[in-house]
């Protein structure tokens, strides 16, 4: 079996999808696969092909700007799409998804990692639909992103499949508690507006001062998130450490009291399910991926605050929550690594043995039909 993997980014780039591709790569070599990473990079720094634990890595250089696409990549995959049996494409931005379906790979399945209520959004509707039809399986990492793409495009209903993300249990379990007194409030995930980490900066003038809130992770948002907690008189107590490391962020979650996860949209519940695993309690907003992410641990320390609750609300969950004894069973329910890549290879065997052809097969060679479910799907076409 020989697979593509098509990611927006990858190590040493931190986050989440770049953590789901890395260890989906590894493991399908593990499991006798031959692996090629396509990705896109923005420092010259990287090399343009590297190979690693039998991963072979091409990076190639991307335009300026969220969401570009990179020409290079495109015309790589189209002179040897036909030599993959399968292309997975991994990224948060659809149009990247877009212009791999117009290299015709014999087998695409797409995993979104941006929340899916925002590719449901005008303009992105109409890529997004596109996307799903071209690809033989669309497999986003919550069940309750697939029921909104169900619902959203019944006509591809039948090519949805769930496969769940992973925590590396044991790489949490393993790290070292950094030094603290247990009142360490955490926030993490990229600085963008959606994730609503001002709400969290401004419970903190309602917490108790021996309460401290580090938020990892970069992204736009940050200078305007410093400068709320300055607003408020609360910089002394919150820190703004960047990105980390896997090893380092595991660290944070073990050292952590209370995870504090209030974002309004959601691709996967990771943030989540990694902090239960670490035996932090969680305060989270309640949407439908951090319920699902919860129930993976029986009697899960979490309390769900309202999407646009107060900041005097989340304050008093964080307080809850910091009373709460910490999971005991987490690691007989959150799905491993292993869990993840043994799932996604059943997926690529059950392709590879329908001997799917073309875009449109996963539906049983019957087009899809428009955004309102009563006309043809548009073409969608991408600029140069």
Not at 111 to 116: F, L, N, R
Not at 130 to 158: I, K, M, Q, Y
Not at 254 to 265: H, N, P, W
Not at 271 to 281: C, D, F, T
Request: with cysteine.
């Amino acid at each position: 079996m020989k697979i593509a993997l098509v990611a927006s980014s990858y190590p040493p780039r931190v986050g989440g999808l770049e953590r789901h591709v890395d260890r989906l790569a590894r493991g399908l070599v593990a499991r006798g696969a031959r692996v090629e990473v396509l990705t896109q990079r923005s420092s010259r720094e990287l090399p343009a092909f590297s190979e690693v634990g039998g991963v072979a890595v091409r990076r190639f250089a991307a335009p300026m700007g969220t969401g570009a696409v990179s020409p290079a990549l495109c015309e790589y995959l189209r002179k040897t799409a036909a030599s993959f049996d399968l292309v997975h494409v991994h990224t948060a931005h659809a149009p990247l998804a877009l212009a791999v379906t117009r290299t015709w790979p014999r087998r695409l399945v797409f995993t979104p990692h941006a929340p899916v209520q925002r590719m449901l959004r005008w303009p992105y509707i109409r890529v997004t639909g596109a996307v799903l039809h071209h690809a033989v399986r669309t497999a986003p990492t919550s069940t309750a992103e697939a029921d909104l793409l169900r619902r959203r495009f019944a006509w591809g209903a039948a090519g949805v499949r769930v496969v769940p993300t992973g925590v590396d249990l044991a790489a949490v379990l393993a790290a070292q508690p950094l030094d603290g007194d247990g009142s360490s409030v955490l926030s993490v995930g990229r600085l963008e507006r959606h994730k609503r980490v001002d709400r969290t900066i401004a419970a903190m003038a309602g917490m108790p001062p021996a309460f401290r809130l580090t938020v990892i992770g970069a992204g736009p948002a940050r200078h305007r998130l410093e400068a709320r907690a300055w607003d408020l008189r609360v910089s002394s107590r919150v820190d703004f450490i960047g990105t980390a490391s896997d090893e380092l962020l595991y660290r944070w979650l073990r050292s952590a009291r209370v995870l504090v996860c209030v974002a309004e949209q959601e691709a996967s519940g990771l943030p989540v399910m990694e902090a239960l695993s670490a035996g932090a309690a969680v305060v989270a907003s309640d949407i439908p991926v951090h319920r699902e992410a919860a129930a993976w641990v029986p009697d899960a320390p979490v309390v769900f605050v309202p999407t646009e609750g107060s900041p005097l609300r989340i304050a008093d969950a964080i307080c809850d929550a910091s009373r709460m004894p910490g999971p005991a069973s987490a690691a007989l329910m959150i799905p491993s690594w292993d869990t993840v890549v043994d799932s996604t290879c059943a997926l690529y065997e059950e392709l590879l043995a329908e001997n799917l052809r073309g875009s449109g097969s996963a539906h049983n060679g019957v087009g899809p039909r428009g955004l309102a479910g009563d006309e043809p799907a548009p073409y969608v076409g991408l600029k140069g």
